[in-house]
């Protein structure tokens, strides 16, 4: 499923064969720090009841993996507090933060174990969350938005059976993050440019699955793949490109965006984004503080800031 060097160059889409079973990824332990990926966040359930491997869980467009990702979350996810938790965190001796790097992947949702809108998700993050993609929260709980510091940048629907793919092209050294976007087969394009964040990452806090904020709900099923970390320039291409997809517009009105830091490879049409101001208090179960963190730090009615895993996540309670 995932490529042997974290950092690809654009002459080179080796990726691991040696995944091919679920149990591969139990390889790993704090003892045996072996291969690509760390598996310790999940619940007490033996792996398999929250990854599957499979080729009908991969992007169909890219032809270079073998196998895509399932994750499952369910109320037996619970790791280390009250959220529900499945993700896999780099194994590396790379330095995956610094100068322009592109991270990479593609999400998608079936009609069968949907994600709940209701509840908060934070999907394919780093510790800080300075940047990440949400779902299930305001200003359109039924879509998939990517947010800096906190704030909603972006937004699309997140409807079923369809690939997303995404790059987020976080430039370390100038401080700054912009997102590149398609569906399907698209080759990427960037709808929104580059904008100042408090990025940083000691390498092995990208977090490439999915936090339930509450435990509860249903189970949930949630498909990865195209997964890669390249520097520049951006790779655009979805695999060999060839399926049917389209660049993934924006849930309303957009503004001009500021110039972009980092020339791409190709031309992308012209960039838009969406702001939301972030509100005056934050409900229950939502982020109030932590590193990098610009939105709202009190709490509506009786709730508190709760230090969930400081210094880089505080919770209302």
Not at 139 to 165: C, E, I, R, Y
Not at 190 to 210: M, R
Request: charged share 15%.
């Amino acid at each position: 499923m995932f490529q042997r060097a974290f950092i690809k160059r654009r002459e080179s889409r080796s990726f691991i064969t040696g995944l091919c079973t679920v149990a591969d990824f139990d390889n790993w332990s704090w003892s045996n720090e072996v291969g690509e990926y760390q598996w310790y966040i999940h619940g007490s359930q033996p792996t398999s009841h929250y990854l599957a491997l499979d080729p009908s869980y991969k992007n169909p467009a890219d032809t270079a993996e073998t196998h895509g990702i399932k994750m499952t979350i369910d109320t037996g996810a619970t790791w280390n507090s009250q959220m529900e938790r499945a993700e896999l965190i780099p194994q590396t001796s790379q330095n995956l933060g610094t100068g322009n790097l592109f991270y990479h992947f593609s999400v998608k949702r079936s009609a069968t174990n949907p994600p709940d809108s209701t509840l908060e998700h934070q999907v394919c993050f780093f510790e800080s969350h300075f940047t990440e993609l949400k779902y299930g929260v305001a200003p359109n709980p039924s879509d998939l938005q990517w947010m800096v510091g906190g704030v909603a940048k972006w937004g699309t629907p997140f409807t079923a059976d369809t690939w997303f793919n995404f790059a987020y092209d976080i430039d370390f050294s100038a401080g700054t993050v912009g997102l590149w976007a398609s569906t399907g087969g698209s080759p990427l394009t960037k709808v929104v440019q580059n904008i100042a964040a408090s990025t940083s990452t000691n390498s092995e806090d990208w977090h490439l699955g999915v936090l339930r904020i509450v435990n509860g709900g249903g189970p949930e099923d949630w498909y990865f793949s195209g997964v890669f970390i390249e520097s520049g320039p951006i790779t655009t291409a979805i695999g060999d490109g060839s399926s049917s997809g389209t660049s993934v517009p924006p849930t309303s009105a957009p503004t001009t965006a500021p110039p972009v830091t980092s020339a791409p490879t190709t031309t992308p049409p012209p960039v838009t984004t969406t702001t939301t101001a972030p509100t005056p208090a934050q409900s229950q179960w939502g982020q109030c503080g932590g590193t990098g963190w610009t939105g709202p730090t009190t709490c509506t009615g009786t709730f508190k800031c709760v230090a969930v895993s400081p210094p880089y996540y505080y919770q209302c309670q």
